[in-house]
């Protein structure tokens, strides 16, 4: 039978012994007490910056597993604006403004990374300008990340949690494609940038039949459509 972890307030105490999967009911829970708890059970050391504090509320309605419990814990963290940072055999938790001056680890496909910790990753760019890149996908990075490009070596530089670090790789790829003239982002006030992405993608694969050309992205002369759910934006790459 697995354990439930309660918290009311700022006491947090388990029902059945701890190494059992472990169900989160967390209301007004002090976040100190849960970094406590985390650090118990994931036998993880952490150092925590005197700004991290909080009240959190997680609900679970099934068990989890410690690997899930950290992974929700970084979310907490990030949903509360702060972020973890490896300081050799710790965990720094600061806040995410600060995240991106420290030693944060680079991410490379070596090194992969997922989830809410916060990476740097080098993009290396072979048909676009790493210049032209940064003012298009600047508003894909949140306020706490950076994103700057190195004209010599045609590199981003992004640094922002893994999974957005990882969203950004793929937008890259399918933008830096021979040919590609001219790019810009469109943001959308009311309709959503996926279903907008689809009926245009489906528009174009019509045309296309009907020119008896082959479907791919847009066709050959078509343009590419990119969603982006986060920003509710298209990214659209073509001639202009």
């Known amino acids: 039978m697995g354990a439930v972890l309660l918290g009311g307030g700022t006491a947090l105490s388990w029902d059945a012994v701890a ?5 989160l009911n967390l209301k ?3 976040l100190t007490a849960f970094i406590s708890t985390v650090s118990k059970l994931t036998g993880k050391n952490f150092i925590v910056d005197p700004r991290v504090k909080g009240k959190i509320t997680v609900i679970s309605s099934h068990p989890m597993t410690e690997d899930q419990i950290y992974k929700v814990f970084l979310s907490v963290l990030e949903v509360h604006g ?3 940072v490896p300081a050799g055999s710790a965990i720094k938790i600061i806040p995410q403004a600060n995240a991106r ?3 944060v680890p680079t991410m490379s496909e070596e090194h992969p990374y997922s989830g ?3 990476v740097t990753q080098v993009i290396p760019l072979d048909n676009v300008s790493a ?3 940064v003012p298009i996908l600047r508003p894909l990075v949140p306020q706490q990340g950076h994103l700057v490009a190195y004209p010599p070596g045609n590199i981003l530089i992004v640094t922002d949690e893994a999974e957005n670090v990882k969203r950004l790789n793929d937008i890259i790829k399918r933008i ?3 040919n590609t003239e001219d790019i810009e982002i469109l943001p959308l006030q009311h309709a959503s940038a996926t279903e907008v992405v689809r009926i245009l993608t489906t528009l174009e694969q019509q045309r296309n039949q009907q020119r008896g050309t082959p479907n791919g992205a847009g066709g ?3 343009p590419l459509l990119i969603a982006d759910e986060r920003t509710n934006s298209v990214l659209m790459g073509g001639d202009k």
């Open 116 to 118: 809410d910790e916060f």
């Open 28 to 30: 007004d829970a002090d």
């Open 19 to 23: 190494a059992a999967p472990m169900t």
């Open 131 to 133: 210049a032209q890149l």
């Open 220 to 222: 050959a002369s078509g």
């Open 82 to 84: 702060f972020a973890t």
């Open 176 to 178: 830096d494609i021979p």
């Open 101 to 103: 001056q420290e030693a």
